[in-house]
């Protein structure tokens, strides 16, 4: 995959009339993930929860209207190891039976460089708070430069799960979340 510099989107986007204002992608959900990663004592628990859907505008021509709406599927989530996994859809920490979702909505997208900071409000068990991802597109190795029709965008942040009131076995397990959302995402006709 090659990576694209925000700046490099935006003029490619100013240069071109296919992609001018603002452009849907439709995500694919078979060859995307949300990858997660806590603290075990000196281990690590890693794991997924499958994206239900992920609505994506991208403006190349002007990175501050592109937005990000993405939902997860908590009762799907996986762990590395079945203890871990049952934990975490739990009452004490995700509680997938009350609250099957987990959403990300942007208000904001900023873009400098190859890296762009997309903030927004991730509400999960029903709380709702404003986290900040850094987000990065890619396009497939071997594609011509002005073709954005397929993409994958990465974002990377991190979360203290209290802050949501994911507190379950905090005396084992790390407060602090760290998170890789890789979407592969196709421009809709």
């Known amino acids: 995959m090659r990576r694209l510099a925000f700046a490099a989107l935006m003029a490619l986007g100013l240069s071109q009339t296919l992609h001018a204002g603002t452009v849907a992608y439709q995500m694919d959900a078979a060859n995307s993930t949300v990858a997660f990663e806590t603290d075990f004592g000196p281990d690590k628990i890693t794991g997924a929860i499958p994206l239900e859907k992920a609505d994506l505008q991208l403006d190349f021509a002007n990175v501050t209207n592109c937005t990000v709406d993405v939902a997860l599927d908590v009762t799907g989530a996986t762990a590395s190891f079945p203890f871990a996994a049952q934990a975490l859809k739990g009452p004490k920490v995700l509680a997938a039976k009350d609250h099957p979702r987990m959403t990300f909505e942007s208000t904001s997208v900023k873009g ?8 927004g409000n991730l509400t999960i068990r029903g709380v709702t708070k404003e986290v900040t991802l850094k987000a990065q597109l890619f396009r497939p190795q071997g594609s011509a430069p002005d073709d954005l029709d397929h993409l994958t ?13 994911a507190t379950g076995w905090a005396d084992m397990v790390g407060d602090e979340v760290r998170i890789l959302i890789t979407a592969r995402i196709d421009a809709q006709g």
């Open 112 to 119: 400098a460089g190859e890296v762009a900071e997309v903030t």
């Open 153 to 165: 965008v990465k974002l990377s942040g991190k979360v203290n799960r209290s802050d949501f009131g």
